[in-house]
Structures are given as structure tokens and as C-alpha cells.
């Protein structure tokens, strides 16, 4: 009981102690653009389909991608767990969020730079598919080095900043869609000006890169983000005596509605989008531009999702959770509805319409998730319980990877 109280003061003393103003809303700007990187690069090999599928159009690229990004994603996230549940020496455990931002960014401008590099030097088709794999499995180890260091560091702080987090992994979609497109339609439709529209495309994407970096290096020297630091370092120093290190299983048991529910959000999501829309539903009309208009639809929903939060969450995680479970499950039948139903169930309208329902429930069900599990345990657990959602994250986005080859068996 002794633990609980000071642990319940040190809360409080946090809650009333006057803090510094986030002037100007940079603190938040900057937690924002953090999240575009940190999807930025997944967003931009997955929304160039148009590209890869000319290079590779016997691949099931969008598949192969999910697959060799997701799983590569999990081992990092189980690293990080590791070194917050004392596995390691002390040591090791030292490794700044400063020092695995860094890393795991330059590793995603690597990964951005290598599909124009191959090109420039003649590597063949055969070859360049395997080395453009490996890139989407280093970028999906950056991923999960940047994911768990975010939320993990964001689970610390007040909830507007992991709403932001999540607001800027969904504004990357948009923003990676929004250039694709101007890429694309700024020079002819043929393969010399697709070529030409993605080294446009993979430059504009490396510069947007180089900002987050220099965004990650700001953060730590913002006032009120030193503050919410120094705190918690209070709270670590009076209880790290004599609770010991933070144990995983005993974050996760208390997280086990929000750890399911978002490991059931990504496992639908993934198993659908992007392999199953954009393969499976075809348009006269618009042609190869129909993948990247459908992935568009998604991404602005999302994002809309993910904003929602800042309006309304809701308090009960069981019933979240719920939602997570009956909301999402009927995508399953719609959609296959929409693939072998009707011809006007088939069009562009209806397609769009079931897409822009699939993204606004991802985003919004995933902020809220996200938002309130850290905020359900103590605050010396609350980096660990950021980690554990993004284990849980990472678990359904494998699963739903595997799950999405369903559709082609």
C-alpha cells in the first residue's frame, strides 16, 4: 500500500504542479510529424504499386511487402520489451529514444533511397526484386524501432500527444498519396514518365525524411517536454528501489482488452488493405490509377479516424474493445459482397464508400485504444504499456499479413 500512495502522490503532485505552456503548439507539431515519419516510408513503397507493379506484374508485391515489413517489425519490438523488462545489463538499457530515433530514421532514408539507386545501376528484374524486399524488411526493423520508442515515450506524456502521434501516421498516407498522384500526373503516361515520376516520387520522400530527423533532434530541448522528462524521472528514482524492474506480463495482463482489441483492428485491416483492394477491384475508367485512388480514399478516412479523438473518446476500454471485435468483423462479408455481388455493388461508388467506413473505423478505434492504455496503468508503467500496444499492433499486423493470402488460395 506503502508503493500505491507514493506512487498516487507523485501522480498527483505531477498533475498540480504548474508546467510550462506548449507555445505555439510545437510540442504537439512536432509529436505529429514524428508519426508521418515513422509510416511515411511504409506508405510510400505500398502507394507506388503502380511502379513496382510494372517492374514485377507476376508478384504479388502488395502481399510480399506486408509480409517481409510486418515480420521483420516483431523482433525489434520484443528487443525493446526486453531492455524495459530488465533481460539485459544496465547498460544496455541505456540507449536513448534520441539514439533509436536516429537510428531507425537514417535506416527508412536508406530503405526510400534504394528503389531509384538499383534503377540508376541497371540492376536486372529478377535481381532488384529481391534486393527491393530486403530494403521493405530493413525498413519494417526501422519501423519497429521507431514505433515502440514513440508510443512508448508519447505513453508517458499527456494523452494529446500520442493523439497527435497517431494523427501523423495517418496524415502520411495522405500526404505519400496526394504526391504520388501530382507525380504521376505531371508527366506522360508511359513508362519512361512512370520512371521518371517515381525518382520524383522516392526524392520528395527522402527530403520529407531528412525534417522528421531534424524534428527528433528538437524535441528533448522543448520546455514543457523536459518537464514531463524530469518528472518522470522523480517518480523512477522513488520507486525503482523497490518495485524492481517493470515486468511485461504484468503490463499486458492489466492491457488485455486494449492489447486485444488493436491486435483484432490490424489483423482485419492487413488482411484487407492494401493487397486484397488493390488486386482484386478493377476500373475501365480509371484504370491503373484505380489502386492509387482506392489507397487515397483509405488514407483520407483514416486520417479523419484518427483525428476524431481530439473531439470525443470514450472511457470504457471493455467497450472499445467490443466494437474493436463486431465494428470490424463485418468488413469480412462486405467486401466480398462488393467483389462478387451485383454489378452496381462492384462499381467505383459503392467500392469507395465500404473503403472510406474500413479507414474512419481503423483510425479512430486505433487513437482511442492507443490513448487511453497508457493512461489505465501507473505512470512508471506507462512506457512499457506504449511498448505492449505496439507489440499487439505488430502481432495483427503480421497476422493480418499471413490472413490476406487467404484471398488468393
Same mark, same amino acid.
Given at each position: 500500500?506503502?508503493? !500505491?500512495?507514493?506512487?498516487?502522490n507523485?501522480?498527483?503532485? +505531477?498533475?498540480h504542479e504548474?508546467?510550462?505552456?506548449?507555445?505555439?503548439?510545437i510540442?504537439y507539431?512536432v509529436?505529429?510529424?514524428?508519426?508521418?515519419?515513422?509510416?511515411?516510408?511504409w506508405n510510400?513503397?505500398?502507394?507506388?504499386?503502380?511502379?513496382?507493379?510494372?517492374l514485377y506484374p507476376?508478384k504479388?508485391?502488395?502481399?510480399?511487402?506486408s509480409?517481409? &515489413?510486418? !515480420?521483420s517489425?516483431?523482433?525489434?519490438?520484443?528487443?525493446?520489451?526486453?531492455?524495459?523488462? *530488465?533481460w539485459f545489463?544496465?547498460?544496455e538499457?541505456r540507449?536513448?529514444?534520441?539514439f533509436?530515433?536516429?537510428?531507425?530514421?537514417?535506416?527508412?532514408?536508406l530503405?526510400l533511397?534504394?528503389?531509384?539507386?538499383i534503377?540508376?545501376c541497371?540492376?536486372?528484374?529478377?535481381?532488384?526484386y529481391y534486393?527491393?524486399v530486403g530494403?521493405v524488411a530493413?525498413?519494417?526493423?526501422?519501423?519497429?524501432?521507431?514505433?515502440g520508442s514513440l508510443?512508448g515515450?508519447a505513453?508517458?506524456?499527456p494523452?494529446?500527444y500520442?493523439q497527435?502521434?497517431?494523427?501523423?501516421t495517418a496524415s502520411?498516407g495522405?500526404?505519400?498519396s496526394v504526391?504520388?498522384?501530382i507525380?504521376k500526373?505531371?508527366?506522360?503516361?508511359n513508362?519512361?514518365?512512370?520512371?521518371?515520376?517515381s525518382?520524383? &516520387?522516392?526524392?520528395?520522400s *527522402?527530403l520529407?525524411?531528412l =525534417?522528421?530527423?531534424?524534428?527528433?533532434n528538437?524535441l *528533448?530541448?522543448?520546455p %514543457?517536454?523536459? +518537464?514531463h522528462?524530469?518528472h518522470?524521472?522523480?517518480i523512477?528514482a522513488s520507486?525503482?528501489?523497490s518495485? !524492481?524492474?517493470?515486468?511485461?506480463?504484468v503490463v499486458?495482463?492489466?492491457?488485455?482488452?486494449s492489447?486485444?482489441?488493436?491486435?483484432f483492428? +490490424?489483423?482485419?485491416?492487413?488482411s484487407?488493405?492494401?493487397?486484397f483492394i488493390?488486386? *482484386?477491384?478493377?476500373?475501365?475508367?480509371l484504370?491503373?490509377?484505380?489502386?492509387?485512388?482506392?489507397?487515397t480514399? &483509405?488514407? %483520407?478516412?483514416?486520417?479523419?479516424?484518427?483525428?476524431?479523438?481530439?473531439i470525443f473518446?470514450?472511457?470504457s476500454?471493455?467497450k472499445v474493445?467490443?466494437?474493436?471485435?463486431? =465494428?470490424?468483423?463485418?468488413?469480412?462479408?462486405?467486401?466480398?459482397?462488393?467483389l462478387?455481388g451485383?454489378r452496381?455493388?462492384?462499381?467505383?461508388?459503392?467500392?469507395?464508400?465500404?473503403?472510406?467506413l474500413?479507414?474512419?473505423?481503423?483510425?479512430?478505434?486505433?487513437s482511442?485504444l492507443?490513448?487511453l492504455a497508457?493512461?489505465?496503468?501507473s %505512470?512508471f508503467?506507462?512506457?512499457?504499456?506504449?511498448?505492449?500496444?505496439?507489440l499487439?499492433l505488430?502481432?495483427?499486423l503480421?497476422?493480418?499479413?499471413?490472413?490476406?493470402?487467404?484471398?488468393v488460395i
Open positions: 500500500m506503502e508503493e !500505491g500512495g507514493r506512487s498516487k507523485f501522480a498527483e503532485d +505531477y498533475r504548474i508546467q510550462p505552456k506548449d507555445r505555439c503548439n510540442a507539431t509529436h505529429f510529424i514524428l508519426g508521418l515519419g515513422n509510416l511515411l516510408p510510400a513503397l505500398i502507394t507506388a504499386i503502380d511502379y513496382f507493379g510494372y507476376t504479388h508485391i502488395d502481399k510480399v511487402f509480409i517481409a &515489413y510486418m !515480420g517489425s516483431l523482433p525489434v519490438l520484443l528487443l525493446l520489451i526486453g531492455c524495459r523488462s *530488465n545489463s544496465h547498460k538499457r540507449l536513448s529514444f534520441r533509436r530515433m536516429n537510428t531507425g530514421l537514417f535506416m527508412f532514408l530503405t533511397m534504394t528503389p531509384p539507386i534503377d540508376w541497371g540492376v536486372s528484374t529478377s535481381s532488384s534486393v527491393i530494403a530493413v525498413c519494417g526493423l526501422a519501423d519497429g524501432l521507431i514505433g508510443i515515450f505513453g508517458e506524456l494523452e494529446r500520442m497527435a502521434v497517431f494523427a501523423g502520411s495522405v500526404l505519400v504526391l504520388r498522384i507525380t500526373a505531371s508527366l506522360p503516361q513508362p519512361k514518365g512512370l520512371q521518371t515520376s525518382y520524383l &516520387y522516392f526524392l520528395v *527522402n520529407l525524411m =525534417g522528421c530527423i531534424i524534428c527528433c528538437l *528533448n530541448k522543448l %514543457v517536454i523536459q +518537464y522528462i524530469a518522470k524521472k522523480e523512477s520507486l525503482s528501489p518495485t !524492481g524492474p517493470i515486468k511485461f506480463w499486458a495482463k492489466k492491457l488485455k482488452f492489447a486485444l482489441g488493436v491486435l483492428i +490490424y489483423t482485419v485491416t492487413l484487407i488493405f492494401p493487397g488493390t488486386e *482484386n477491384f478493377q476500373s475501365k475508367s484504370k491503373d490509377w484505380y489502386p492509387v485512388v482506392l489507397i480514399v &483509405y488514407n %483520407v478516412s483514416d486520417l479523419f479516424g484518427k483525428s476524431l479523438p481530439s473518446i470514450p472511457k476500454i471493455g474493445s467490443w466494437a474493436c471485435l463486431f =465494428g470490424r468483423v463485418v468488413f469480412y462479408p462486405s467486401f466480398t459482397a462488393c462478387h451485383p452496381w455493388l462492384r462499381s467505383e461508388v459503392p467500392v469507395m464508400i465500404l473503403i472510406s474500413f479507414g474512419l473505423s481503423n483510425g479512430y478505434l486505433t482511442v492507443m490513448i497508457p493512461k489505465s496503468v %505512470v508503467e506507462a512506457e512499457m504499456a506504449g511498448i505492449v500496444m505496439a499487439f505488430g502481432f495483427g503480421v497476422l493480418g499479413s499471413v490472413v490476406g493470402w487467404i484471398w
